[in-house]
């Protein structure tokens, strides 16, 4: 069965540090990948896409990026957190684009103080 | 571009109660509808999906017509119970889209 790993589950960083929150997917061969925020009470917002290694879409601009290192893993990142960037974290991943279900992540709670 | 705009929250029912939750939708493609729900501390988890217009889809006693014509697609539920404590969202993605747009989602507890 496939499974889908965030880590960390929680974070709190100081605003103007750097950040990286990560994702495994086992289970899927080729997954397209995502990583979504969600403001605290808000709606899931799309951040980024990849539909294979080394290739990833922005869908919105965060001062956030980015990247596919394995076929399995999805690496979302800053090198200086604002405090705009406090929220939940929740990578997901598909098998086809359109139509199909996305799968999510239990998700990180990042608090920027 | 593509939006969602669904029943402004938070909603408190009694068990046993029906439900409906709005849900309407603009785009200017064809349009797959899902229902998610999340439970707190937890990712959504996709309740159903209903990809061509006119069709019905359901689950867990959930269900949901995807109406092109009024472009809208009501979540309802004759009778809820303490467990449908949740958010619920509202989603639709285009064909050969790589967006997944949500609705503002809405809070529903269910009183005893």
């Known amino acids: 069965a496939q499974t889908i790993h965030q880590w960390p589950v929680a974070e709190i960083k100081a605003v103007g540090s750097p950040l990286s929150l990560g994702c495994t997917i086992k289970g899927k061969s080729s997954p397209n990948l995502y990583w979504y925020w969600q403001a605290t009470g808000g709606t899931l917002q799309q951040l980024f896409y990849?539909?294979?290694?080394?290739?990833v879409e922005s869908v919105v601009q965060l001062n956030l990026s980015a990247s596919r290192p394995k076929d399995d893993q999805f690496i979302l990142s800053t090198e200086k957190l604002l405090l705009s960037h406090s929220g939940f974290y929740l990578c997901?991943?598909?098998?086809?684009?359109?139509?199909?279900?996305?799968?999510f992540g239990k998700g990180t709670r990042l608090t920027v103080v | 571009g593509d939006s969602v705009t669904q029943t402004e929250g938070p909603v408190t029912l009694s068990e046993g109660t029906s439900l409906t939750v709005n849900c309407s939708y603009e785009t200017k493609q064809y349009p797959t509808l899902f229902w998610y729900v999340q439970y707190p501390g937890e990712g959504p988890q996709l309740l159903f999906k209903?990809?061509?217009?006119?069709e019905k889809g359901s689950n867990r006693g959930f269900e949901a017509t995807y109406n092109k014509e009024a472009t809208s697609f009501h979540l309802q539920k004759a009778s809820v119970q303490e467990s449908d404590s949740a958010v619920y969202y509202c989603a639709l993605s285009s064909s050969g889209s790589w967006q997944l747009i949500f609705g503002s989602g809405t809070q529903l507890t269910v009183m005893p």
């Open positions: 997901a991943w598909s098998l086809e684009r359109g139509d199909t279900e996305v799968f």
């Open positions: 209903v990809p061509k217009a006119n």
């Open positions: 990849s539909i294979t290694v080394g290739q």
